[in-house]
Nanobody, 115 residues
Framework: QVQLVESGGGLVQPGESLRLSCAAS????????MGWYRQAPGKQRELVATISSDGRTSYADAVKGRFTISRDNAKNTVHLQMNSLKPDDTAVYYC?????????WGQGTQVTVSS
């Protein structure tokens, strides 16, 4: 059973930083693209950033220049470095990954940006 587990969420003030991590565990032969999504209260889940298996990245316009996605293929992990956080970044953040032919999701981690 393959699982994705996120960590690193929390409560921060505007302008501060957080680093989210997501680790895949279980019977894994290879991992394709990985990504981060977020869902704020009353809103649909939206794409934040993705990274391909060879390291190509893409970002939502709202986070470009502030967030950085990276991955460690040896450890089956993906990270999201979030700088200059804003109240609008408040949401539950989910990681996902293409593992084999399946798209797997983590359970989510709460990020709250508030003064």
């Amino acid at each position: 059973q393959v699982q994705l587990v996120e960590s690193g969420g929390g409560l921060v003030q505007p302008g501060e930083s957080l680093r989210l991590s997501c680790a895949a565990s279980g019977s894994i032969f290879s991992i394709g693209a990985m990504g981060w999504y977020r869902q704020a209260p009353g809103k649909q889940r939206e794409l934040v950033a993705t990274i391909s298996s060879d390291g190509r990245t893409s970002y939502a316009d709202a986070v470009k220049g502030r967030f950085t996605i990276s991955r460690d293929n040896a450890k089956n992990t993906v990270h999201l470095q979030m700088n200059s956080l804003k109240p609008d970044d408040t949401a539950v953040y989910y990681c996902n990954a293409v593992i084999g032919v399946l798209l797997k999701w983590g359970q989510g981690t709460q990020v709250t940006v508030s003064s």
